[in-house]
């Protein structure tokens, strides 16, 4: 297993930027021992705790300004679990989760809500992370009342802006979600999550829903917006090479555990672990020549997986 | 003879806006013992078109005009009744979500007897073993005592292999499967794919795939028709289609995906400005036309292309094919 720490060229470029983090050498956010168990009960009015799912399992890793890490793995690894457990979202059941040098577990409500202006999440479907009985103005605008930031001209201002940086154009401000495809769906969705003007945003599955040609421009939106607003962020995803273009390094998860971590490069053309190696090979290229060689591959590595019943 | 043919198909949907063209004039063959892959993007077409050559195409939809004939035989004007004997017979079908498409309520035995009584003339101790057979045919181990389970207690991946169980149990000739891999993980994928593959050369079955991923395409299908607004617009061998595609939309669609290797870390994809158009009122002319950046100051926003045989096997419907473009750029210079 290559655990590798901040060799990207983005992360050693931003390490001069002075903030609180930076200037203490800590990274953006760091992960450590981070263990989430749900009870699985039994019985009948009086349940009792028979077992327990180890859904993250002892994940440690660390994000540093301006970078990607690309988490990948398949259903039920514990990918959407970590990052919801990142935002305390979920109360994880031990481990530690420091950001911008804060100890973001032991937070109490009110530090904890501030905290959150600095990290967003966007969301796998746009179809159901939008409330339907909500404008485009009010969905994205949502964020700015709830942290009472400015006045209502100054924040419908603030709106359009923010429309207009994720390619919506700013004139449906107040139509409703319904009016949209899923693609410009997603462009609200990451909107609103830029509303803050985060530092970190955990993009959880955001294309997995999309078109190919759609999935692209959502994509490359997200790249630009890293450059422009210098973001950080956490890319959880199932498809590898969509993850291998957004990331700088990247952590494959496999039942609950980070069983690889490096950078992308590394991690694709020189995998160590049997499991990456498995992965990678189940994935289809759109090459018929080079799929033939692959299917030989593939099957070199069955061993490496267990088809569950 | 080929062992399906489709000529010129239109299903169209009435709706109050408005009669949506979903499937507007697609031909294609299908010679027996080949995989032929339709990809495209929602919305294209591709579902409706396989429920249109099955006679499964529900109110207010209609076949409106086309051909489909399986084996010789024509199926737009045959009753329900013969192509119920025809559908789980000889034709077999698999849907996308193995989630959905099997029911909950009923052993995974009784689901698989059920296709095979209705159509063989066996008795419930001949169905019960030959339904064993099947669930070892599609690899489910212990497929004896797995039987009598009920579809929860199996995984996505070996509920689609049920699902594939009982398309292929009476041993059809053409098996139709609609984005059979959809839902499932890659390394779930891999081996459903794996498995039909095998039981295509075992069964010597025809197959159409239905997909919206190049990658799935590229392994499995002998020849891939493209399909764009309701027609197709581009159709070769994989080989072909992938060394040389032709039409503007395949290539920027190869262009927008993200691929496994290169340094793509600080590059841009290639997108495809603009979004299909509305079906209602399909425009008289390119269908690709207000997205495409060859589309000129010619004739493309006001004559229809047919769909043309460019070199032998690969037809494209674009009056600027790549091939075409490369021969203009050395013409002008």
């Known amino acids: 297993m290559s655990e590798q720490i901040g060799t990207s ?61 690309g988490l990948v793995g398949e259903s039920g690894s514990g990918k959407s679990t970590t990052g919801y457990c990142i935002l305390q979202l979920l109360k994880a059941t031990s481990g530690s989760v420091r950001f911008q040098g804060e100890e973001l577990t032991k937070l109490r409500r009110e530090a904890l809500r501030s905290m959150r202006r600095e990290m967003q999440i966007v969301f796998q479907d746009p179809y159901a992370s939008l409330n339907p009985r909500m404008t485009i103005g009010d969905i994205v605008g949502e964020p700015l009342t709830v942290h009472g930031l400015g006045t209502r001209q100054r924040r419908r201002r603030t709106v359009e802006e923010l429309l207009e940086v994720v390619g919506f154009n700013p004139e449906f401000i107040n139509r409703y979600p319904h009016e949209f495809s899923g693609g410009q769906r997603q462009r609200i969705g990451i909107a609103r999550a830029l509303a803050l003007n985060p530092r970190l945003i955990i993009c959880d599955e955001p294309v997995s829903a ?22 950080s962020y956490l890319f959880i995803a199932h498809d590898l090479a969509v993850v291998k ?59 490496a997986l267990v088809e569950s019943l | 003879m080929a062992l399906l043919e489709v000529d010129d198909l239109r299903t ?17 063959t299908l010679e027996e013992r080949k995989t032929l892959g339709i990809v495209g993007e929602s919305g294209s077409g591709k579902s409706v078109t396989v429920l249109s050559i099955m006679g499964l195409v529900q109110s207010p939809g209609r076949v409106v005009a086309g051909s489909v004939r399986f084996q010789g035989q024509e199926l737009t004007t045959m009753k329900d009744r013969q192509l119920e004997d025809l559908r789980g017979d000889r034709i077999g079908m698999i849907f996308q979500d193995p989630m959905t498409s099997l029911n909950p309520t009923l052993t995974i035995g009784t689901q698989i007897t059920e296709t095979l009584r209705r159509h063989r003339d066996l008795s419930r101790q001949q169905a019960r073993k030959r339904a064993i057979e099947l669930l070892e045919e599609v690899h489910i181990p212990k497929a004896a005592s797995r039987l009598d389970d009920y579809p929860h207690r199996y995984s996505g991946g070996m509920r689609q292999r049920v699902m594939i169980a009982i398309a292929i149990s009476c041993d059809p000739k053409l098996l139709i499967a609609d984005e059979p891999t959809t839902a499932l993980d890659v390394t779930v994928q891999a081996g459903i794919l794996d498995l039909l593959e095998e039981l295509r050369e075992e069964h010597d079955m025809g197959m159409i795939i239905i997909t919206h991923n190049m990658g799935v395409v590229a392994e499995a299908a002998d020849d891939i028709a493209v399909m764009y607004a ?104």
């Not at chain 1, 077992?51 to 993250?56: G, I, Q, R, S």
């Not at chain 1, 759609?214 to 994509?219: F, G, K, S």
Request: a negative charge.
């Open chain 1, 210 to 231: 999309l078109d190919v040609s759609i999935q692209a421009q959502i994509l490359n939106l997200l790249k630009d917006l890293q450059q422009e607003f210098f973001l």
């Open chain 2, 230 to 333: 309701g027609q197709i617009v581009e159709q070769a061998t994989a080989l072909d289609l992938f060394d040389r595609p032709e039409h503007p939309y395949t290539e920027a669609l190869l262009g927008a995906l993200p691929t496994l290797e290169g340094d793509a870390r600080h590059a841009r994809l290639t997108t495809i400005p603009g979004r299909p158009p509305d079906l209602i009122a399909p425009p008289e002319a390119c269908r690709f036309a207000p997205r495409c950046k060859y589309a000129g100051m010619d004739d493309c926003n006001v004559v229809a292309p047919e769909l043309r045989e460019i070199r032998p096997g690969h037809w494209v419907r674009s009056a600027h094919p790549a091939s075409e473009r490369v021969a203009e750029a050395l013409v002008t210079s």
């Open chain 1, 9 to 69: 060229n983005a992360a050693e470029a931003v390490q001069t930027e002075s903030s609180t983090a930076s200037r203490t050498g800590e990274p953006l956010l760091v992960v450590q021992n981070l263990t989430k168990h749900f009870p699985v009960k039994k019985g009948f009015l009086i349940d009792r705790t028979v077992d327990h799912v180890k859904a993250v399992d002892d994940v440690s890793f660390e994000i540093r300004e301006g970078e990607t890490l």
């Open chain 2, 12 to 28: 169209y949907f009435k709706t109050r806006a408005g009669e949506v063209h979903a499937v507007d004039g697609v031909s294609f």
């Open chain 1, 245 to 303: 273009g957004m990331s700088d390094r990247i952590a494959v998860m496999n039942l609950g555990k980070i069983v690889e971590i490096g950078p992308a490069d590394d991690v694709y053309t020189r995998p160590k672990n049997e499991y990456t190696k498995a992965l990678l090979a189940a994935v289809p290229v759109p090459d018929p020549r080079r799929m033939r060689e692959r299917k030989a591959e593939r099957r070199k590595h069955k061993h």
